[in-house]
């Protein structure tokens, strides 16, 4: 199984996230910034079925120079190389975009199964799995909450994870995955692990050696504009109170004042 | 009068409140079109809905493809829409399923795609709230046809009855399109309670609970005041409720008239996913807990005590 698996550097969850007030970007310089929490989990299935079938599991990323960790992360839980695509034509590329650049990448990585997560915490769009599949023209098994690969029926079946259960979906390979957290218990990298990633290949890319034009991606070219941003006004705070054995009397007489029942 | 696009979101069928929402949300932009796609014989329970609404039109398409296969047939159906109608722009709800949708059709008609939309302009400017609620952004899409999910519970549904007049459309999906079969469905939990995303009131458990049968105390408040029930990445960490309905960061953002937090900290992870909640009430014993930093009313008490007084109190108020 030739195994690709995309992640994302993003400011870290419990950072103040922040636009860049300039252009209107993610302010990416002020942050602690770390691999998206939910590609651990993409990168983790990626590996389980590289153990469990053989091949070789691909870390793409997009990014700036500093992503460069989150690449490092994903080859010290275990991947054996990477590609990353950074320029700076690259900068505030939306999602459509950045799907046509990934694409772009890793259709020359001829992969069998191109595994995503779900969404990234900076952007939250959950559409990179669906946008993947309809640029690399594959299956579309996003929301995945489990995978089971057979390489030698040459198909793969997920559970698509629905509000009230579960779809359960088939296709042939090769295919693109979306995974959901709790699909499994990503790994901590090794010391071993730590120090094997250094020496593991990794192919940076710009705009033009993979193939793309500048002029479709970035900010100039996105295909929306922020034209405004404030901060959320601060709620206006409110009534605490300490039981005295009637706490629940009294949020039922809250809530009835404030006509909620 | 321009023509708006919106994709009608039901369930086999039975229309979410939110296709109410995403007419009334349209009405403001031009004239709603609904989009009507589902597996064959479906579009008889939306029908007499869309009308209630205000659908100017409804393009009905139904077909085995849009039933059986993931997302790919409909972005293709929607997309073929998108360029022959030309409407100002497309409406969708940011649900899963239809933010998927939107988004490929968006990438079929080269068009700008925006996400979480919470209000609209007639100037089709989108307002959002990012980084989980924290900044608020105006912005408005520069290429194409503008492609917008909208998050629901974000705009009040009002009702405006009319005759729409009916498109068949021919379904005609690509062999591409048709590659992730769907070859079941299979309903887990089937709690009679309103959908997450969609309800009016939602109450949400956490680490406080201590125990995954102690989740009981927080259905019972849920069945008395109507609502949906959600829980912390603690409690789904734990194994005590289903992923599915984590709220916060990784999971789902909910925005309704009341949040209920029970036993819940109130972790960034966890705001992101409900300060934009119109009213938060919070039940936890640790008055330091950074939840009562957003409550509307906050009790420092054991929720095993409070809770039930609660649920009682509802109950009797009926």
């Known amino acids: 199984?030739?195994?690709?698996?995309?992640?994302?550097?993003?400011?870290?969850?419990?950072?103040?996230?922040?636009?860049?007030?300039?252009d209107r970007t993610t302010d990416r310089k002020s942050v602690d910034n770390v691999m998206n929490e939910m590609d651990e989990y993409g990168v983790e299935e990626a590996l389980r079925i590289k153990e469990a079938h053989g091949g070789e599991v691909t870390v793409v990323t997009m990014g700036p120079q500093k992503a460069v960790e989150t690449i490092r992360k994903a080859l010290s839980m275990g991947a054996d190389k990477a590609v990353h695509l950074t320029d700076d034509a690259l900068h505030g590329s939306d999602a459509l975009q950045t799907s046509k650049a990934l694409a772009k990448v890793i259709a020359t990585l001829s992969p069998d199964l191109v595994i995503t997560a779900t969404e990234a915490s900076d952007a939250r769009g959950g559409v990179m799995g669906a946008l993947l599949a309809e640029r690399l023209g594959l299956p579309q098994l996003t929301l995945a909450r489990k995978v089971t690969v057979d390489p030698a029926a040459g198909t793969v079946q997920i559970e698509r994870q629905a509000d009230n259960g579960y779809a359960l979906v088939e296709a042939s390979l090769p295919a693109v995955v979306g995974v959901v957290e709790k699909i499994n218990e990503p790994r901590y990298p090794s010391f071993k692990g730590i120090m094997a990633a250094k020496k593991k290949p990794l192919t940076t890319l710009g705009v033009g050696e993979a193939g793309l034009d500048a002029s479709e991606v970035g900010l100039a070219s996105a295909g929306s504009k922020v034209d405004d941003a404030e901060p959320r006004p601060p709620r206006q705070s409110g009534t605490i109170v300490k039981d005295e054995g009637d706490g629940g009397a009294k949020i039922a007489e809250f809530l009835a004042t404030q006509k909620l029942i | 009068m321009a023509e708006v696009l919106v994709l009608v979101e039901h369930a086999d069928g039975e229309p979410k409140k939110v296709t109410a929402e995403l007419l009334t949300l349209a009405r403001t932009l031009g004239e709603p079109s609904a989009v009507f796609l589902g597996g064959p014989g479906t579009y008889a329970k939306a029908k007499e809905y869309l009308a209630q609404y205000g659908a100017a039109k409804v393009y009905v398409g139904e077909s085995d493809d849009l039933a059986d296969y993931v997302v790919a047939p409909a972005a293709e159906v929607l997309a073929k829409l998108i360029a022959s109608a030309s409407p100002v722009a497309v409406l969708t709800a940011a649900t899963p399923d239809a933010r998927e949708t939107a988004a490929r059709a968006a990438a079929k008609s080269d068009s700008g795609f925006l996400w979480d939309a919470v209000g609209l302009t007639p100037e089709l400017v989108a307002t959002q709230g990012i980084f989980g609620g924290s900044t608020i952004v105006q912005s408005h899409v520069t290429k194409g046809i503008p492609v917008i999910?909208?998050?629901?519970?974000?705009?009040?549904?009002?009702?405006?009855?009319?005759?729409?007049?009916?498109?068949?459309?021919?379904?005609?999906?690509?062999?591409?399109?048709?590659?992730?079969?769907?070859?079941?469905?299979?309903?887990?939990?089937?709690?009679?309670?309103?959908?997450?995303?969609?309800?009016?009131?939602?109450?949400?458990?956490?680490?406080?609970l201590g125990a995954g049968e102690n989740f009981a105390l927080v259905e019972k408040l849920a069945d008395s005041l109507g609502a949906a029930v959600g829980a912390s990445r603690a409690a789904t960490d734990a194994g005590w409720y289903p992923h599915q309905n984590q709220v916060g960061q990784t999971g789902k953002t909910v925005s309704p008239q009341l949040y209920v937090a029970v036993g819940i900290s109130g972790a960034i992870q966890h705001r992101a996913g409900m300060q934009t909640s119109k009213t938060i009430v919070a039940i936890n014993k640790d008055p330091e807990a950074p939840i009562f930093e957003l409550a509307d009313f906050g009790l420092v008490g054991d929720l095993f005590q409070v809770v039930p007084q609660l649920t009682d109190e509802v109950e009797k108020r009926k």
């Open chain 1, 1 to 22: 199984m030739n195994i690709v698996v995309t992640v994302k550097q993003v400011p870290d969850t419990w950072a103040e996230k922040k636009l860049d007030a300039s």
């Open chain 2, 149 to 208: 999910a909208v998050r629901p519970n974000s705009t009040a549904a009002e009702a405006a009855p009319g005759t729409p007049t009916e498109e068949q459309l021919t379904i005609e999906v690509s062999d591409v399109a048709k590659t992730a079969k769907i070859v079941d469905r299979v309903v887990e939990a089937k709690s009679g309670r309103p959908d997450l995303t969609e309800a009016q009131i939602v109450v949400s458990g956490g680490r406080g």
